[in-house]
């Protein structure tokens, strides 16, 4: 069993049983506060767009891509748009791989716009969105 705990402080009681598991913990114990990481439902709605653009058959560099090859175009696009920024080195066998953010550790926030960014490149490009209408997700955009 592990000793991990974590704490979402939305409220003072929680904001107590945090202090609480702090004064408790033993020496060289590790404190972390942070942002939150991007929601299950931000990166499902990322995932259905990315669906969506590559069963669209919108075409990079001459041809189609899978759903993956989206997501990591798009988060590239996204980081060099943002000045957040990437580095295209070369691989252990010789190959060239792009070294950028992973969406997994992304704020909620940078998420957000990261769905911005592709729903513009959507818009940009006409690629409906089927799939993500499917899930309800542009509704739910439409009313934030």
Known sequence: MSDKKTFVLV??????NAM???EAAPERYVVTVS????????NAMF??????IAKSGHLFIGKPR???VWKVLL???????TAEGSEVVPGLEGEFVNIRESSALMSVRRAASLITYTL????TN?????ETRKGGWLDEVAAA
């Open 11 to 16: 409220s003072d009681r929680v904001r107590a």
């Open 120 to 123: 513009a490149y959507c818009d």
């Open 75 to 81: 988060i590239s696009g996204h980081a060099a748009a």
């Open 47 to 52: 995932h259905a767009i990315c669906s969506d």
């Open 20 to 22: 609480l598991a702090l």
């Open 66 to 68: 899978k759903p993956e």
């Open 35 to 42: 942002e939150p990481t991007r929601s299950s439902d931000q």
């Open 126 to 130: 006409g690629i409906p969105l089927t």
